[in-house]
DNA sequence: CGAGGCCTTGACCGCGGTCAATGCCCGTGG
DNA sequence: CCACGGGCATTGACCGCGGTCAAGGCCTCG
């Protein structure tokens, strides 16, 4: 499991191997069960997350009571509530299960603590925040440009894992739209 | 002009004078006119502005030939199009003056230089990250929760200057509406 | 002064949201 | 093991927000 997450830690920066150790060794197991709340609107997200196995979402829910998804990680991915994370103030997002999950997490004190020991650790931030970024520029022309069709066929050229993996509800909230046009796009 | 300089920067890391003068030198002032454009679709940003007087904007051009506002810059304001800047690759945005402008530029490689030789400055560049990152999720909120009427009303009560500084035709690209409907939501 | 861009206003319409009814699957307890 | 209940998915009918197209007026700048 470890291993994994070393391989993962060495795509976005450049670590010695006591480094790696020193880093996974603040990494706990934690294991979850399906549907249950990692992070709860309000609270200040204190955990940073790598997925061994099963999946979790952030979400929010708008005035209307909409669910949004934001994020999704599954197998390998990482990540958490980014906005609290970073500011240390209350969540508007929910973290979730969307399966029975496997997972490591590092708590925000750790992170922070690694920023200031590890040189290469705030190259892996810095990555960690432009990627994030970048993500969602990217999300963000897709709002403005794209019909709910072309999000979906877009999203199943892509990321059919994605397509497979939520459930109808999840996905046509990460996808903005309601769940009955999910279900007539699908159809064709 | 390099004094309000400093200013903004010791408000994003904790820089010492020598520290201060040493970047500063590294902006180059530069003056553009209205509608003349820094960075054209398809170049790579180099540049990293701090806007004295006037504005700059960033856009990109939709399938249909719709611009795409996404960021504005007004005095005393820094910002570029941060994508292609980050990452060193061709930009799918613009970068435009939206008026007679007084700035100052630091070239990307004065950037990362000086990521590598000043430490606060790796903490200056995490902060434009995280804050760029944020104010990115606050839009996709916006975009989806929000009527475009909610959208223009929400513009003025937070930044009305916005909207007595842009043309009608750049701020309905900004709040992703067609001028036609900011017209209609303008007169009531 | 003329031309071109920008803004406004009107008429129309389609995408996708809303509401409602029904079916289906699955976990839980008797 | 089956009966029941609740959550999720599907389908239909309806409708409203905001996009599209078009015409006309105004302002700016050469």
């Given at each position: 499991?470890?291993?994994k997450?070393?391989?993962?830690?060495?795509?976005?920066a450049d670590?010695?191997?006591?480094?790696?150790?020193?880093i996974?060794?603040l990494f706990?197991?934690?294991?979850?069960?399906?549907?249950?709340?990692?992070l709860?609107?309000?609270?200040?997200?204190?955990e940073?997350?790598?997925i061994h196995?099963?999946?979790?979402?952030?979400?929010?829910?708008?005035?209307?009571?909409?669910?949004?998804?934001?994020?999704?990680?599954?197998?390998n991915?990482?990540?958490?509530?980014l906005k609290?994370?970073?500011?240390q103030?209350?969540?508007?997002?929910f973290v979730?299960?969307?399966?029975d999950?496997e997972?490591?997490?590092i708590?925000?004190?750790?992170?922070?603590?690694?920023n200031?020991e590890?040189?290469?650790?705030?190259?892996?931030?810095?990555?960690?925040l432009?990627?994030?970024?970048s993500?969602?520029n990217?999300k963000?022309?897709e709002?403005?440009?794209l019909?709910?069709?072309?999000?979906?066929e877009?999203?199943?050229q892509?990321?059919p894992v994605?397509?497979q993996?939520?459930?109808?509800k999840?996905l046509?909230?990460?996808?903005d739209?309601?769940?009955?046009?999910?279900?007539?796009?699908?159809?064709?």
């Amino acid at each position: 499991m470890t291993n994994k997450l070393k391989t993962v830690l060495q795509t976005l920066a450049d670590f010695d191997e006591r480094e790696l150790d020193q880093i996974v060794n603040l990494f706990k197991p934690k294991s979850v069960k399906k549907n249950s709340i990692l992070l709860h609107e309000g609270n200040i997200s204190r955990e940073f997350y790598y997925i061994h196995t099963g999946g979790l979402r952030t979400f929010f829910i708008s005035k209307n009571g909409q669910e949004k998804t934001r994020y999704v990680m599954l197998d390998n991915h990482i990540g958490t509530a980014l906005k609290s994370f970073i500011s240390q103030k209350p969540s508007i997002e929910f973290v979730e299960a969307i399966d029975d999950t496997e997972l490591l997490a590092i708590s925000h004190q750790d992170f922070y603590h690694l920023n200031e020991e590890i040189h290469s650790w705030k190259n892996f931030y810095q990555n960690i925040l432009e990627r994030a970024y970048s993500f969602q520029n990217r999300k963000i022309e897709e709002l403005v440009t794209l019909t709910a069709k072309q999000r979906y066929e877009q999203l199943l050229q892509e990321n059919p894992v994605f397509i497979q993996k939520l459930s109808n509800k999840v996905l046509a909230s990460y996808l903005d739209m309601r769940e009955e046009t999910l279900s007539r796009l699908k159809s064709q």
